[in-house]
């Protein structure tokens, strides 16, 4: 075990060091950045004003030398200021952070909720009328742009029907008490189903398949043989062992969320990372693209570290390698 | 097994259908010229029609007919979609072949590789390539192209893992075959049935992620918009123009439903005669 979790976390050191550098690479090296030369870079801007900018970022020293200046601030956690503002980049991540987290909590949360049932049902029963349906709805929702259902449950649910609000964290004058929790809830709804829907087939598919190849082995004739009843059978035998292969995605379910972040929040004028993120790239804001795509895949990379070894402390095979 | 079936005859029902819409699709692309006069056509008079007999689709804000546009956008989505897929496809058996191939020091690194590009939110990857870029096609279809390949990495992988040791392999290294000929001329062919199921899915993908750039506002200069690049002006005109979201959406819906189902259909097909017949 220990040999196990030392091995992943030494190959997680190279892979931390490639996120830096392509991190580094992806703003230093693209035509119109203020690394190279094109239109709207700083190299081809002329006056006092470009000369300041140039001294004050390090634009005229060799890549390396500032690869090693920008790898000295991150790691003490110095993201540098916000071309577009001057504040601090991680006042501005810390501003934006919790109405990401809010959303995104709650789609995943929702996603797992609705779709180990959903799975564990259907692959309970394979090719049975409830697989076969729930198959056909949940290949449609993963066909389906997120962009595009969120504009069509804009124009139903908070155009037409008046039902939700159309955008927005909370409405202007926010009603105290539980009618303000009611009224943070119902602006959050819309977000969240659009986020939830995408993740929510990807992981019902995974369960369904685990549970249906589990279903017919022996262990779980055994477990019905020794007079567990077919939902025993299903949900502690079956389930517990598709669990594994979901445990080892749920890490690489994280990046996935996030791009679709940028989307909702965009649609529904939720100030989230995934706003400031557009906004950074449409507005070449560069420390604020560095910091906010280093930081995701930082976490990313925590994160399926982490399932891969609490996937390792399920199941002794992922241990011993017979199973990836 | 029947003496070489088709892989047309062994779809399932829906890969057929699905089969029926891309060509049909490609069949609209192939019109296009006749439209492309009276998609750019701007009428201000007629701005934000709904839908009506001499515009079925309605107009949009400058008073272009919908439907119109809609089909002139047709190709764009489909070939950007094709050929992204295909730079995904061709890049990904080349690192995922390699890695599998040669094994030790170079798989280890080039599967630290895969793995750095996994960690990044795709959608991050692509806003920043694409707007980095000058924009053009070919700048979309590199970005798609660029941060798609690793899932593509993985299967090739894993295919031609499995295979090094096969005895052709084994026999191709005995007369003196270099490893790129071995792997081209006798590996991939075998290796062609989950990649091309993995491509197909790749089409999908690559047309959502070019209509999410487009919609995004990075994605292709106009007038030659694809149906992302419509669909980018619908949240301004939601209260009075549901038309806009609704009409290219729907073509987005159809075309990405149709090659997935069309991939879930060749997995069941391909996997069934169990390699080359």
Redesign the interface.
């Known amino acids: 075990m220990i040999r196990y979790v030392v091995r992943r976390l030494l ?1 997680a050191v ?2 931390l060091l ?2 830096t550098v ?1 991190v580094f690479l ?2 230093h090296l ?4 203020p690394g190279l030369g094109g ?1 709207g870079s700083l190299r081809r801007a002329t006056g006092r004003a470009a000369e300041e900018m140039r001294r004050l970022y390090g634009l005229d020293r060799p890549l390396p030398e500032r690869f090693g200046k920008w790898m000295s601030r991150v790691v003490r956690f110095d993201m540098g200021e916000s071309f577009v503002d001057h504040r601090p980049v991680s006042e501005r991540i810390r501003e934006a952070l919790p109405n990401t987290l809010l959303l995104n909590g709650t789609a995943l949360l929702l996603a797992l909720l609705i779709a180990i049932p959903l799975g564990v049902v259907a692959g309970g029963h394979p090719d049975g009328t409830f697989d076969r349906v729930s198959a056909g709805a949940l ?2 929702l ?7 259902a969120a ?2 449950l ?2 139903l649910l908070a ?1 037409q029907l008046r039902w939700l609000p ?1 955008y927005g964290l909370a409405s202007d004058s926010p009603p105290a008490g539980f009618a303000g929790v009611l009224d943070r809830l119902s602006h959050l709804a819309l977000p969240a189903t659009c986020l939830t829907y995408g993740a929510l087939a990807f992981v019902a598919r995974l369960v369904r398949s685990g549970v249906a190849e589990a279903r017919a082995s022996d262990y779980v004739l055994a477990a019905r043989a020794r007079g567990a009843s077919r939902r025993q059978a299903l949900w502690r035998h079956a389930f517990r062992n598709a669990l594994v292969p979901l445990l080892t995605l749920v890490g ?1 379910m ?3 969320l ?6 909702v929040e ?2 529904f004028v939720w100030p989230g990372l995934g706003q400031l ?2 906004d950074s ?2 507005s070449r804001d560069y420390p604020v ?1 560095l910091a ?2 280093l930081l ?3 976490v ?2 925590l994160a ?1 570290l982490a399932s891969d070894i609490a996937a390792a402390v399920a199941d002794p095979r992922v241990r011993d390698g017979t199973v990836s | 097994m029947s003496a070489r079936r088709s892989w047309i005859a062994r779809l399932p029902g829906t890969g057929r259908v699905a089969l029926a819409v891309v060509v049909l699709l490609w069949i609209v692309a192939a019109c296009t010229p006749l439209f492309r006069e009276r998609a750019r056509e701007i009428r201000l008079a007629e701005r934000l029609l709904p839908p009506s007999a001499a515009h079925p689709f309605g107009t949009d804000d400058l008073g272009r007919d919908l439907l119109a546009r809609i089909v002139a956008a047709t190709p764009i989505s489909l070939t950007i979609g094709i050929v992204s897929a295909a730079v995904s496809l061709i890049v990904g058996f080349a690192v995922g072949a390699t890695a599998g191939w040669f094994g030790g020091v170079p798989d280890l ?1 080039l599967s ?2 895969i ?11 692509l ?3 694409a ?4 924009p053009s096609p070919w700048t979309i279809i590199a970005a798609i192209g660029l941060t798609t390949w690793p899932g593509d990495a993985r299967y090739a992988r894993a295919e031609i893992l499995k295979m090094r040791e096969l005895g052709y392999a084994h026999a191709a290294r005995t007369m003196g075959a270099t490893a790129p000929r071995i792997l081209i001329r006798h590996l991939l062919p075998n290796a062609l049935p989950p990649l091309i199921v993995s491509a197909a899915f790749g089409v ?1 993908w690559s047309i ?1 992620a070019e ?2 750039l487009s ?4 994605g292709l200069p106009g007038p030659a918009t694809s149906w ?1 690049g419509i ?1 980018a002006a ?2 301004t005109y ?2 009075e123009a ?1 038309w806009i ?2 009409f290219p ?1 729907i073509a ?2 159809l075309t ?2 149709a090659y ?2 069309l991939a ?1 259909g060749l997995r069941t097909a391909l996997s069934e005669g169990g390699g080359r017949a």
């Not at chain 1, 693209?30 to 950045?33: E, K, L, R, V």
């Not at chain 2, 750095?116 to 991050?124: A, G, H």
């Not at chain 2, 919609?215 to 990075?218: A, E």
Request: charged share 5%; with cysteine.
């Open positions: 190959l190279p892979t490639g996120i392509v992806l703003v693209a035509p119109g950045s239109p290949f449609a993963y066909s389906m742009p997120t962009f595009w504009l069509l804009q124009t155009v159309l690489l994280l990046p996935a996030l791009s679709g972040s940028v989307i965009r649609i993120y557009l790239i449409l693209i906010l795509s995701s895949a930082a990313t990379l399926t | 690194l630290r590789a793995e750095v590009v996994l960690c990044f939110p795709l959608l991050f990857l806003l920043a390539i707007a980095f870029l000058p999908g959502l209509a999410s919609f995004l506002g990075v992302g669909l619908a949240p939601i209260l549901w979201a609704l959406g987005l819906f990405v439903s997935n189902l879930e």
